[in-house]
Structure formats: structure tokens, C-alpha cells
């Protein structure tokens, strides 16, 4: 199993003593899908750069490489945490008032 690189008691400790622990987890979920999708992205563009057009079932050391690399980062979600724990991940509600102009 991966080493954590923060500890996820820690993060709840912090965010219920500045709000809604509740709100946090949210942020960071979404936090966690953008950079998911961005790792997602990196891998795909890197693949394409190497992939061969023969179909053999021969497997290609560049893109097993590749992919080898890719599985040593960090999970999403952590990365989540840490920017949270940090304080760079920050998040706000939209005014209430843009919702009510919304609903009519």
C-alpha cells in the first residue's frame, strides 16, 4: 500500500475546527476528479507519443514504462488532502441572491 503523504485524521481535525468538515469534503472531491482528469490527460497524450500503429501481442517496454511511472504517483485523492491541508485548495458558495435569480 502507497505511504500516505498526509495523514487523513489530521485534515478532519483542521477543517472541523474551521467549518463544515462536510463542505471540505466536497472541495476535495472535486479537487481530487480535476486532478484525476488531468493525470488522465498526461497519460493518454504520453501513450500516443510511443504507441506503435502494428497490432502485435508483443507488448511495447516504452508504453509498460510509461504506465509504470504513472502508477507510482500519488492517488488523487491524496493530493486532494494535502492541497487542502496546505491551505491552497479553497473554495467558496455562490451568493444567494445569483441562486434565487436562477430559480425564477
Request: proline letters at 4%.
Amino acid at each position: 500500500m502507497a505511504k500516505y503523504i498526509v495523514n487523513p485524521v489530521r485534515v478532519k481535525m483542521k477543517e472541523s475546527a474551521e467549518g463544515s468538515i462536510y463542505q471540505s469534503i466536497v472541495a476535495m472531491g472535486i479537487r481530487s476528479r480535476q486532478i484525476n482528469d488531468d493525470i488522465r490527460y498526461e497519460l493518454r497524450q504520453r501513450l500516443m507519443d510511443v504507441s506503435s500503429n502494428e497490432e502485435t501481442d508483443e507488448t511495447n517496454p516504452d508504453q509498460l514504462s510509461i504506465s509504470r511511472e504513472f502508477e507510482k504517483l500519488p492517488k488523487a485523492t491524496f493530493i486532494a488532502m494535502k492541497e487542502m491541508y496546505d491551505g491552497r485548495l479553497t473554495f467558496k458558495y455562490p451568493d444567494e441572491m445569483d441562486d434565487e435569480n436562477e430559480i425564477m
